[in-house]
């Protein structure tokens, strides 16, 4: 596709041009003149000669052939015919406003379809159906039905939209042109017929005016291809940032593993995109701050927040909210705590927060001086002011002090100036000129603070390394526990002793080998949840009661389903206790391989005190995620009980990456539960899906 065609055209026709006010071609032309697009533009109506004293055609027929683009400002039963014939007359992108497609039922997805195939065979570029259209800024083309004045974005860092949804790239804009910031262009993509998300990206990347891409997705269609583009945008210096709704939407269902009912897909793609560099974000207005702050700032270095305050009881509420969501506030020492000691007034302690009082009112240079060594200490990657704003007085003695000492500076890591009281009268012209040093301006601090937070995230700071594919010889379907640790266990993953019986005498025979007391786990295909069906009976004492629970154990299953036959069971040694964890991997057919690692036990799925990570992070890195858990407390000998070997599960864990590398086939991995204990972590369950 020539997406130049349709961004940025030379020749502009709208089908279904009018001269009502609010008809969405009317609309569509009255911007076109107030941007002064200076190509071609061509009108079609059948019932009208002239509109806005502009000439019109009767039909797409009587179009001159190679137009660039066409608005079909028409309804929806129209569109398929116009697509035809735009196709016809060589038109190279068109933009298609009407809903009632996909999204409208089995007649609608028919059309929706044809749409596409038309687009294919001819080569044409198709932003829509049920789409709001596009603003390029830097070319002055506001190809869309929203009322959109001429936008100069000369000087001004841009963010370059791409949203499925109109009305929140449109928002979104707004509130990016609020924050004085340029919007290079917005593009909605509606029902993606014929182009989608990932081919916008792909040409803001390369767009030299975007410095970050802001996108608004409810689904993406082509997750392997978007991967790629995240990653080129990191490699480019552009990032991208990420609201997705979906957090409250229930996991995809899985006939076989837990791994799988947890993995669900809104964490699955956040763990994936993450990986590849974007930010991911909860909230539209959260998406518009982080943006302001990437757009203004130097990408941030990993490390923490330094705030300077001046309130005592705002470094209090600073204290609890950097607790509840997860931002770092590292201590200041060393030298930073000597420099910053040597220049404050005794009464004022030196801490992080740091509550200047209101000595600053009277000694304003104290910023600069609290603000340089901060700034020099590597444990920083921002430094937030948290401002009594108050009236312009006020506004006129903080302000320009806070600017000139940026300027002088010159920090290479973000400085953020946060109003505390929000409504204070602060002038425009002095949030411009913190504009112009590239400080962000926030109402709020809780606002700034949760920006920071988001891109200060651990999982975006995580190391990698090569991973070493491993290749397993499977069967297709449910693969039993038997089986599954024949499997895994050559490459690694650790098992208690034991083996697979198909009669009483040999599981006698495995039970004398490994030594009692033993388990007894029923095995069959049809038998994913053994525990269910009262397939698993423990800490069986000897041989006589190894015979009773091998009949028990038939009854039990019979009892539970009549139709399941049971291959036989395995025999293993009971173990000694430990910490309870769940481990899992998943082979998704969109997103690619993601391991999952938690607290296990019954309530593994109802209390979800999970992490899902990408397959090819270091040793440290998962230890590290590890102890981001709620429960983490446990790894470090909880009520007197020993700390467990983390090193031992982060290997299962990379294990099961390089398997999931190899063999592809593999949907899903369940070892649950995982005993870590304090000399290593053996898995007592495995289970395998492969499609």
Known sequence: MDLARLLTPRSVAIVGASEKPGALGATVLANLVRHGFAGDIHLINPRRDTIEGRPCLASIDQLPPGVDAAILAI????????????????????????????????????????????????????????????????????????????????????????????????????????????????????????????????????????????????QFRKPARFLDLAARAKAAGKPIVLLHPGTSSAARDSAATHTGAMAGDWSLMKTKVTRAGVVVVESLEELGDVAEILARTPLLPQGGVAVLAESGAFKALTLDLAERIGMPLPAIGGATHDAIRATLPDFIGVSNPMDLTAQALVDPDLYRRTLAPLLADPAYAAVVLGI????????????????????????????????????????????????????????????????????????????????????????????PEYRAKRALAPHGIPFPPGDFAQTPDEAVAIAARVGYPVALKAQAVALSHKSDAGGVILSIADEAALRAAWRRLHDNVAAYDAGIVLEGAVVEAMGERGVELIVGARNDPEWGPVILVGLGGVTAELMKDVCLLPPDLTRDSIVAALRRLKGAALFDGYRGAPAVDLDAVAAIVQTLGHILAGTPAIREI????????PDGAVALDALILTA
Not at 196 to 212: H, K, Q
Request: glycine content about 10%; hydrophobic content about 50%; proline content about 9%.
């Open 75 to 218: 309804p929806g039963p129209a569109v398929l015919d116009a697509i035809r014939a735009l196709a016809a007359r060589g038109v190279g992108a068109a933009i298609i406003f009407s809903a009632g497609f996909a999204e409208g039922g089995a007649d609608g997805l028919a059309a929706q379809a044809e749409v596409a195939r038309i687009a294919r065979e001819h080569g044409m570029v198709v932003e829509g159906p049920n789409c709001l259209g596009l603003v390029n800024n830097i070319a002055g083309v506001p190809l869309t039905f929203v009322e959109m004045p001429p936008l100069d974005v000369t000087g001004r860092p841009c963010v370059g939209i791409v949203s499925q949804s109109g009305a929140m790239a449109a928002v979104l804009g707004t509130t990016l042109t609020g924050k004085q910031l340029g919007v290079s262009a917005w593009i909605s993509t509606g029902n993606e017929a014929a182009s989608g998300v990932e081919d916008y990206v792909a040409w803001l990347i390369d767009e030299p005016n975007t410095r970050v891409i802001a996108m608004i997705v409810e």
């Open 388 to 479: 009594i704003q108050t009236d312009i007085g006020t506004c006129a003695r903080k302000f320009p002090p806070i600017t000139a000492a940026v300027r002088t500076l010159a920090p290479t890591k973000p400085v953020i100036l946060a109003g505390l009281d929000e409504g204070a009268p602060v002038p425009p012209e002095t949030i411009a000129a913190l504009h112009a040093e590239n400080v962000p301006y926030f109402p709020t601090a809780d606002r700034a603070f949760r920006a920071l937070t988001r891109l200060l995230a651990p999982e975006r700071y995580q190391a990698v390394e090569a991973v070493m594919p491993i290749t397993l010889d499977l069967p297709r379907g449910v693969v």
């Open 670 to 677: 369940d070892l649950n539960p995982v005993i870590a204990r």
